[in-house]
């Protein structure tokens, strides 16, 4: 006899159900999301074992392609996963799911590779053939007045896997640190949630790296603090560059972040965000502040004009 889902649940499922139009990429073929799947004897499912990117899409141009690109590569390199396709191969795997979904304005790629199909037990030499996916689709990270009122975050109870652990440089499918992380803060009524590293300083946020501004120089932790070495962060501080603005790459503590003029997270789906509140601390005057302002306006034309 088989077992039914009870309704509420099997509702629940459809409304959380991806647009059947979507062409996914998935191991060579561009399938609906019906029929886009991995097996549940993925390693990927089975023991988080695999990498991820999220790349933005600004009129129909793949925004900083190759850095993604290098990004995953190195991810890969680092758990031993072998990609099925050289860097541009999937590269132009990215383009052609863009084509298939007709995207020429703006859009979110989710890239993936799983270790793929294997035999359970805990064993890269048990999953012989990985699965590389493509998804183009759409992401907010937050709702649209956050932009105005900054964001409200907390400092989570988790702390940032150690980089002598897992290095959190690597994009992997173990995110449940972060996912519980942004649930801690969901459940006390804020945004997002800032965590901190072995030694209690500030790493980043759940999906976000974090700035602070304090008399007109910026402040962001090094790599070394066990962040994501983030392409927006990037990407801002040659922005801050150009503004003459001096950016600090050095260890910060929750006392830094609760007496700064301004903070703001940064991110390829949050893009330029402003912070006006830590741990019911007002930042600043409440709002987002000047510098924050202009480098968001900075990062708008940037995305605009250079595209990638
Ligand atoms: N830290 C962490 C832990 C991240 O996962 C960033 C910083 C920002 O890095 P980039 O290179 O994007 O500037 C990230 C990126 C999602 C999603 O689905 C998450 C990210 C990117 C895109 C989508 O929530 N995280």
């Not at 499922?13 to 993925?42: H, Q, T």
């Not at 925004?63 to 590569?73: A, C, I, S, W």
């Not at 050095?250 to 741990?279: M, N």
Request: proline share 6%; with cysteine; hydrophobic share 40%.
């Amino acid at each position: 006899m088989s077992v039914m889902i009870p309704e509420p649940l099997s509702a629940r499922k459809n409304a959380m159900a991806p647009r059947e139009d979507l062409k996914i990429w998935i191991d060579g073929e561009l399938l609906p999301p019906s029929e886009a799947k991995i097996s549940v004897f993925d390693h990927g499912l089975l023991y988080g074992d695999g990498i991820f990117e999220g790349i933005r899409v600004y009129n129909g141009r793949i925004f900083k392609e190759r850095e993604h690109l290098r990004r995953f590569g190195e991810s890969a390199k680092a758990i031993r996963l072998e990609l099925p396709l050289p860097l541009e191969g999937i590269g132009e795997a990215m383009h052609e799911t863009l084509r298939a979904n007709n995207i020429t304005g703006d859009a979110y790629i989710r890239l993936l590779c799983t270790r793929g199909v294997g035999k359970l037990g805990i064993s890269i030499y048990k999953a012989a053939c990985p699965s590389l996916i493509v998804i183009a689709d759409k992401i907010e990270l937050y709702p649209p007045d956050v932009y105005q009122r900054g964001l409200k975050c907390i400092t989570s109870s988790s702390i940032r896997v150690p980089p002598h652990a897992l290095s959190p440089r690597i994009k992997s499918l173990n995110y449940l640190n972060n996912v519980l992380a942004k649930a801690e803060a969901n459940d006390a009524g804020a945004d997002e949630a800032i965590l901190l590293n072995h030694l209690g300083q500030i790493s980043e946020c759940t999906g976000d790296n974090l700035f602070l501004v304090k008399n007109n120089r910026l402040a962001t932790p090094p790599t070394s603090a066990g962040i994501l070495d983030g392409i927006t962060r990037a990407v801002v501080m040659e922005l801050a560059r150009r503004r003459n603005l001096p950016v600090d790459e050095k260890a910060l503590i929750q006392f830094d972040l609760y007496v700064a003029d301004e903070i703001f997270a940064t991110g390829t789906a949050a893009e330029v965000v402003p912070v006006t509140s830590v741990d019911r601390r007002v930042v600043g005057d409440g709002k987002p502040g000047p510098i924050t302002r202009q480098l968001m306006q900075d990062f708008v034309a940037y995305r605009n004009a250079e595209g990638g």
